[in-house]
């Protein structure tokens, strides 16, 4: 499975945005880009996935890199709920691995 | 609420025992995965089961095993227990098996084994 790196932590400010980096220099052309989260005492959450182009939804948005070695994710106005352990992954959608490897995260902290 | 349902919400048992945990994907979802969340080897995939077949296989134990049925919820059973099993167990779903495809969790079954 293709490594991801994140930082170990990110504060940010409630109301202000915020941009989760991944590195994934190894990253094949089949991979997809997949983000969770996962809140205190609860089940990790689905956020986002991509390929190439950017992509938004409720929750948050992905920017994708051009060479795609790397990736943010953009909480637009962060809340206190967004305190969460946020999860970079790829997945590839031809290796037949359907299975999640989750890292160590990024630990976002939101101050009031 | 992600739609999937996993009981028990809490396990404690002593070493050396069986248990079975429980879990009902998401209405319409085929695949079944299982993760093991421990605080020194994090999120770990353990096994997934696709339209009642073992389909991937992670680090799971020997002394683990687990089954899907023809209404598609699975269960993990887990035998001779030691300290070390003591984790959060995870049931995650997905309608099939495709890279694109988000995987649902439920809340976990928290097991102590005392």
């Known amino acids: 499975d293709a490594k991801t790196t994140q930082p170990n932590s990110m504060e940010s400010n409630e109301e202000e945005p915020v941009h989760l980096p991944c590195n994934h220099s190894t990253i094949s052309g089949t991979d997809y880009i997949h983000w969770y989260r996962q809140l205190p005492s609860q089940g990790p959450e689905y956020v986002i996935h991509g390929l190439t182009s950017n992509v938004n939804n409720r929750m948050a948005s992905l920017a994708i890199a051009e060479d795609r070695k790397s990736s943010t994710l953009i909480l637009h106005r962060a809340t206190l709920r967004d305190a969460a352990v946020y999860y970079c992954i790829l997945r590839d959608f031809q290796g037949g691995s359907e299975k999640l490897v989750f890292g160590k995260g990024t630990k976002l902290t939101v101050n009031p | 609420d992600s739609g999937v349902t996993q009981t028990p919400k809490h396990l404690i048992t002593a070493t050396g025992q069986r248990v079975t945990l429980r879990c009902s994907p998401r209405?319409?979802?085929?695949?079944v995965y299982w993760y093991q969340q421990s605080l020194d080897q994090g999120l770990q995939f353990l096994i997934q089961?696709?339209?009642?077949?073992?389909?991937a296989k992670g680090n799971i134990l020997e002394r683990f095993s687990a089954q899907q049925f023809p209404d598609l919820h699975s269960e993990l059973n887990l035998s001779s227990l030691e300290l070390g099993d003591s984790a959060l167990y995870f049931c995650a779903s997905s309608a099939g098996t495709a890279a694109n495809q988000p995987q649902h969790f439920g809340d976990g079954t928290r097991l102590s084994i005392l």
């Open positions: 209405s319409g979802d085929l695949s």
């Open positions: 089961y696709y339209n009642g077949e073992e389909r």
